[in-house]
């Protein structure tokens, strides 16, 4: 049987070299899969066999791993701008972990404080991310005081401290600047009366897309020699935690997509079945995919790369490709992660369908796979 375009290349096997490759190291840490970069059941359940833990950011995300067998003391709630009733819901399945960053969320979670364990997200530098998280998330830390001070007048306990370094962190300085802060809230949260015990360094891992990026052994080492200076001062945390999403799915998916057709205005633009709205939103903010294609000739033209949708927001990036028919095929790789979890219908386009191997092919195997497609 021929696969069909559009279509997600997905290697289970992938998945777990990603997760064994962080878990050795960073020993001491409890990994919670970010299922929002890819929550493809084959990939879940891949991972809660292997003993991971998830981050979640809503309550249909909860409901959905608790459906897949995974326990509730196994997932956190790291979403930390949450409706009532989904800290609730989320309290009475079991599930306690939550983010928060603001005086309206201490108010929430304060309704629950004998039950939930609060975990103060704070702003970090994201410079060296492809794709930035602060200014929506995280607490500067001019206002650490303030909400530590509400937290006291109702009573909330804080359980920890978490951050997140940006998507696609490039730079082990986003590590060395974040552990900074962290030591810092953990310092004035203590000296104020307060005994977080949790330390949550959210995700940030990169993947593969073609760029130089560190490897989760020089962020570990980053990682481990602040840990290591913070248990000489009898500091270091009870429990640490991660929520990597694009460092374990990332680099365990491919894109694949055909020319449409091709057309030539002041540049030159070819037109794939998969675009933004099915599956490449993330290029709509400079995040660019190495590419493979089956096209004969040499890598010379210039085209913009679009989706196929009658929308002009449904352009990807330029890259120089051979010269490109109806019909040939564009493989992006490192595409596993936010991805096809951000793809619609739109213009009644079908999303990628999913296919999972044992190892993802590369060059002509990849299009060996699509060969006999009408
Ligand atoms: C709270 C939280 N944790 C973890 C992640 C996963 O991040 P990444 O895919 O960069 O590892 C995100 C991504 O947005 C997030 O918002």
Same mark, same amino acid.
């Given at each position: 049987?021929?696969?069909?375009?559009?279509?997600?290349?997905?290697?289970?096997?992938?998945?777990?070299?990603?997760?064994?490759?962080?878990?050795?190291?960073?020993?001491?840490?409890?990994?919670?899969?970010?299922?929002?970069?890819?929550?493809?059941?084959?990939?879940?359940?891949?991972?809660?066999?292997?003993?991971?833990?998830?981050?979640?950011?809503?309550?249909?995300?909860?409901?959905?791993?608790?459906?897949?067998?995974?326990?509730?003391?196994?997932?956190?709630?790291?979403?930390?701008?949450?409706?009532?009733?989904?800290?609730?819901?989320?309290?009475?399945?079991?599930?306690?972990?939550?983010?928060?960053?603001?005086?309206?969320?201490?108010?929430?979670?304060?309704?629950?404080?004998?039950?939930? &364990?609060?975990?103060?997200?704070?702003?970090?530098?994201?410079?060296?991310?492809?794709?930035?998280?602060?200014?929506?998330?995280?607490?500067?830390?001019?206002?650490?005081?303030?909400?530590?001070?509400?937290?006291?007048?109702?009573?909330?306990?804080?359980?920890?401290?978490?951050?997140?370094?940006?998507? #696609?962190?490039?730079?082990?300085?986003?590590?060395?600047?974040?552990?900074?802060?962290?030591?810092?809230?953990?310092?004035?949260?203590?000296?104020?009366?307060? #005994?977080?015990?949790?330390?949550?360094?959210?995700?940030?891992?990169?993947?593969?897309?073609?760029?130089?990026?560190?490897?989760?052994?020089?962020?570990?080492?980053?990682?481990?020699?602040?840990?290591?200076?913070?248990?000489?001062?009898?500091?270091?945390?009870?429990?640490?935690?991660?929520?990597?999403?694009? /460092?374990?799915?990332?680099?365990?998916?491919?894109?694949?997509?055909?020319?449409?057709?091709?057309?030539?205005?002041?540049?030159?633009?070819?037109?794939?079945?998969?675009?933004?709205?099915?599956?490449?939103?993330?290029?709509?903010?400079?995040?660019?995919?190495?590419?493979?294609?089956?096209?004969? /000739?040499?890598?010379?033209?210039?085209?913009?790369?679009?989706?196929?949708?009658?929308?002009?927001?449904?352009?990807?990036?330029?890259?120089?490709?051979? &010269?490109?028919?109806?019909?040939?095929?564009?493989?992006?790789? /490192?595409?596993?992660?936010?991805?096809?979890?951000?793809?619609?219908?739109?213009?009644?386009?079908?999303?990628?369908?999913?296919?999972?191997?044992?190892?993802?092919?590369?060059?002509?195997?990849?299009?060996?796979?699509?060969?006999?497609?009408?």
């Amino acid at each position: 049987m021929a696969y069909k375009t559009p279509a997600l290349l997905l290697s289970r096997n992938r998945i777990l070299r990603n997760y064994r490759e962080l878990h050795s190291a960073f020993p001491d840490f409890e990994i919670a899969y970010a299922i929002k970069s890819n929550s493809f059941p084959g990939i879940i359940e891949t991972l809660r066999d292997e003993g991971s833990s998830f981050e979640t950011a809503s309550w249909a995300e909860i409901s959905f791993l608790l459906g897949l067998g995974i326990p509730p003391e196994k997932i956190v709630f790291s979403n930390p701008m949450k409706p009532s009733y989904a800290i609730e819901k989320a309290l009475d399945a079991g599930v306690n972990v939550m983010s928060f960053d603001s005086l309206d969320e201490v108010d929430k979670l304060a309704v629950f404080r004998d039950r939930v &364990k609060a975990v103060l997200r704070i702003q970090v530098p994201n410079e060296g991310s492809m794709w930035p998280l602060t200014g929506k998330f995280g607490v500067a830390s001019n206002r650490w005081p303030a909400i530590l001070e509400r937290m006291k007048k109702k009573g909330l306990p804080l359980a920890g401290i978490t951050f997140h370094p940006g998507s #696609q962190c490039e730079t082990i300085l986003g590590w060395e600047a974040a552990m900074k802060h962290a030591y810092d809230i953990f310092s004035l949260a203590r000296s104020m009366g307060f #005994q977080p015990e949790i330390l949550n360094i959210g995700g940030g891992f990169p993947t593969d897309l073609g760029r130089p990026i560190p490897s989760v052994a020089s962020i570990a080492k980053v990682v481990y020699k602040h840990l290591n200076q913070w248990d000489t001062e009898g500091l270091k945390p009870k429990r640490l935690l991660m929520e990597p999403g694009r /460092g374990i799915s990332g680099s365990a998916g491919i894109l694949v997509a055909r020319i449409i057709g091709t057309a030539s205005r002041d540049k030159d633009w070819a037109f794939l079945d998969a675009g933004v709205f099915s599956g490449m939103m993330e290029t709509i903010d400079g995040i660019t995919y190495p590419l493979e294609s089956n096209a004969p /000739g040499e890598w010379e033209s210039s085209y913009i790369l679009c989706g196929p949708s009658c929308d002009s927001v449904d352009k990807m990036f330029t890259a120089y490709l051979p &010269k490109l028919r109806e019909g040939d095929i564009i493989a992006f790789r /490192g595409a596993g992660a936010y991805t096809t979890v951000y793809s619609s219908n739109f213009n009644g386009f079908d999303p990628p369908t999913p296919y999972y191997l044992d190892e993802l092919p590369e060059g002509d195997a990849i299009f060996a796979l699509f060969n006999d497609e009408e």
